[in-house]
C-alpha cells in the first residue's frame, strides 16, 4: 500500500497475508501490530519502505494512462525529494 499504511494494519492481518509493504509506519501501531502477529504465529511480517519510494515505482504508469485518457502531455519529476535518500558516513570508533 502507497503511502501510510498505519490504517490498515488490523486489515492485513484479517485478510491473512504473510507481509504487509507498506510505508511511513508509526512506532506503536506497528509494534502492537507485531506483537499480536506473534500471537497468531508471525504474520504478517511488516515491510516499511520510504513513502516515496513505495509511490515513485508506478508515476511513469500513471504519466501514461493520463496521458493517454485526456489526450495531454505529462511528465514525471526527477526531482527527488525523500528526506531517507542522505548518507553520513560513519567515523571510526576512537578512544
Not at 12 to 19: C, I
Amino acid at each position: 500500500l502507497g503511502g501510510s499504511g498505519d490504517a490498515f494494519l488490523d486489515d492485513a492481518a484479517a485478510a491473512g497475508v504473510d507481509a504487509y509493504v507498506t510505508a511511513d509506519l508509526r512506532h506503536h501501531p506497528a509494534s502492537e501490530a507485531r506483537e499480536a502477529a506473534l500471537l497468531r504465529g508471525g504474520k504478517p511480517y511488516l515491510v516499511n519502505v520510504s513513502h516515496a519510494a513505495s509511490e515513485s515505482l508506478w508515476l511513469d504508469d500513471a504519466a501514461t494512462a493520463v496521458a493517454s485518457a485526456f489526450s495531454v502531455t505529462t511528465s514525471v519529476s526527477t526531482l527527488n525529494t525523500d528526506p531517507w535518500t542522505g548518507r553520513v558516513p560513519s567515523s571510526p570508533f576512537k578512544e
